[in-house]
């Protein structure tokens, strides 16, 4: 949040030579450009099984997704979002549910490359951030369950597709 705050301000500075392409759009006021975002999707992941020297791949698993973002100005973001699911449903008898929760910082490229256009009907973002989960491991060969947690990294790439005025399709990596 503090590297999107002195983004801001540094897009708003002025140079005397050549003037900023968004000279024009003015930060944004606390209570505008708000997004509430809901998904869902599949997972796949690689981890070593608790109490084995065995490594399942290519388990899939699903996920939901509940996010808020505040766009700053045009080109610059932050977002909060939960996360819930199942890493994996294996065979062997491993089910593993998790929580995260995250904020991410976001620079909208298309609007920071091609300039601020009400009518585009695609937007490339990146964005990236840190946050918490906490994991939930029930094996059925043990007796109790196993319960992790730990620090994440977010990054990636969202790709927005524009359905409606009110309405957003993302496709995110």
Do not use: H
């Amino acid at each position: 949040a503090i590297v999107a705050f002195s983004m801001g301000s540094v897009f708003a500075q002025e140079n005397s030579a050549e003037k900023l392409r968004w000279k024009g759009i003015m930060n944004n006021g606390f209570w505008s450009n708000w997004e509430i975002g809901v998904a869902g999707g599949v997972n796949g992941t690689s981890w070593q099984v608790p109490g084995t020297n065995k490594t399942d791949k290519n388990d899939m698993g699903w996920q939901a997704e509940l996010s808020a973002t505040k766009w700053y100005n045009p080109i610059v973001g932050s977002r909060v979002v939960f996360t819930a699911g199942e890493l994996n449903k294996s065979s062997n008898g491993l089910n593993s549910n998790f929580m995260m929760a995250t904020t991410d910082g976001i620079i909208n490229l298309s609007n920071w490359i091609g300039g601020y256009r009400e009518d585009r009907v695609y937007y490339a973002k990146v964005f990236g951030g840190f946050g918490f989960n906490l994991v939930d491991i029930d094996v059925d060969d043990y007796s109790k369950d196993e319960v992790g947690s730990g620090f994440v990294a977010t990054y990636g790439l969202i790709n927005t597709f524009r359905v409606c005025k009110q309405l957003d399709i993302n496709l995110e990596f």
